[in-house]
DNA sequence: TAGCACATGTAATAAGTTACATGATTTT
DNA sequence: AAAATCATGTAACTTATTACATGTGCTA
């Protein structure tokens, strides 16, 4: 059993293996429950979804719900096979970028108040994810508060949420030094 | 001032603004520095490079060191103009991609003890991301204590050092639950 | 009737890794 | 003498986003 680099076709017989569903309700589902770590567009979706009904994966039915076509694809036994084999994978350690670290680090050549601007954004956008987590597991907890699955999305939620929260913590730390070393431009925080 | 996609010229005018030197050096520094959160293959160098050079961003000198030729670049006025301002925009939020996540997400759809494993071996991998961040602060405050960078090597380490505690706590939480679930294949860890 | 959500797809482009090709010098 | 390191580069391939194209049905 071989994998590709990405996991771009078993994040999709992950989510095919929740029920059956067509292309256009995977990109919805994501939105709604793993846009916080994994997203994808349609334009590696819906190539995907020809790939997996040809390598056996899934099978394909076309149903006209109220006149309106869609694909609704589901899981083959060969399908659910690979996504036991992907999970059972550990992850090889991948380096991902980190945009504002570059920046900090290179934080000696920036003008004043630049990387203190850049930690003060940064912690809004955690604050940001940690709503959506927070939104998104409430959600689910009512929506499907008995669904066998709902432990592993709260463990899933709650380490994107220590992230975040630990990101936030860093920020204020940080932010704190740069002040200490006057290096906050007054103007733009009092 | 316009920015592509992703950071790669401004990594390389971020380095340069240390000092000349080759791509070959670059890549060297990179693994050396800031591996944790940012790398640059060759074939990603070496046209970036020449594409800097074009635009005015940096200058290259050959020169044969001992008889060994390499080409030394040296970064412009505009190619310091261009750092700062890279510099002072926000990143914007992207959605990194956690594949761990992602399979902690689907985990009821793997074989008992699965996740425990892909949790045990995440838990492993923040444990070496940690003590390569140690070694390499501790590197650099010995090689280069008085450097004008300096504390910002520092923030920067220590941002990618909160994510991994971070990261292990949960493991260690995540582990205790899984446990308690009966979700932990015995024969694999006493 | 205009606009939005539903629904599927492709083409162009961008971004990135890997393997290969080449050759010098230094270390074992 | 072999292997590792220094040094530069390209070609093939993979991965991913974005914009475009097309059309239906529901709602304001």
Redesign the pocket.
Same mark, same amino acid.
């Given at each position: 059993m071989s994998f590709?680099?990405?996991s771009?076709v078993e994040s999709l017989l992950g989510l095919l293996s929740l029920g059956p569903m067509?292309?256009?309700?995977m990109r919805?589902m994501m939105e709604r429950s793993t846009a916080n770590f994994w997203?994808?567009?349609?334009?590696?979706i819906?190539?995907a979804?020809?790939r997996m009904v040809k390598d056996g994966l899934a099978t394909v039915e076309e149903q006209s719900?109220?006149? %309106?076509?869609?694909?609704?694809y589901k899981l083959t036994g060969e399908g659910e096979r690979r996504l036991r084999a992907w999970l059972g994978v550990e992850a090889k350690p991948q380096?991902h %970028?980190n945009e504002l670290l570059l920046k900090v680090f290179f934080g000696d050549q920036a003008l004043r108040g630049a990387i203190a601007a850049q930690v003060v954004a940064e912690r809004e956008r955690c604050e940001e994810a940690l709503e959506r987590y927070e939104a998104t597991v409430l959600r689910m907890e009512v929506e499907h508060a008995r669904h066998p699955a709902m432990p592993y999305w709260r463990m899933a939620a709650r380490c994107g949420m220590a992230h975040a929260k630990a990101t936030i913590a860093w920020c204020d730390e940080t932010f704190a030094e740069l002040e200490k070393r006057g290096l906050v431009s007054k103007a733009k925080f009092y």
């Amino acid at each position: 059993m071989s994998f590709e680099k990405t996991s771009t076709v078993e994040s999709l017989l992950g989510l095919l293996s929740l029920g059956p569903m067509s292309g256009y309700e995977m990109r919805q589902m994501m939105e709604r429950s793993t846009a916080n770590f994994w997203t994808e567009s349609y334009g590696q979706i819906y190539p995907a979804l020809k790939r997996m009904v040809k390598d056996g994966l899934a099978t394909v039915e076309e149903q006209s719900k109220d006149g %309106r076509a869609k694909k609704v694809y589901k899981l083959t036994g060969e399908g659910e096979r690979r996504l036991r084999a992907w999970l059972g994978v550990e992850a090889k350690p991948q380096v991902h %970028r980190n945009e504002l670290l570059l920046k900090v680090f290179f934080g000696d050549q920036a003008l004043r108040g630049a990387i203190a601007a850049q930690v003060v954004a940064e912690r809004e956008r955690c604050e940001e994810a940690l709503e959506r987590y927070e939104a998104t597991v409430l959600r689910m907890e009512v929506e499907h508060a008995r669904h066998p699955a709902m432990p592993y999305w709260r463990m899933a939620a709650r380490c994107g949420m220590a992230h975040a929260k630990a990101t936030i913590a860093w920020c204020d730390e940080t932010f704190a030094e740069l002040e200490k070393r006057g290096l906050v431009s007054k103007a733009k925080f009092y």
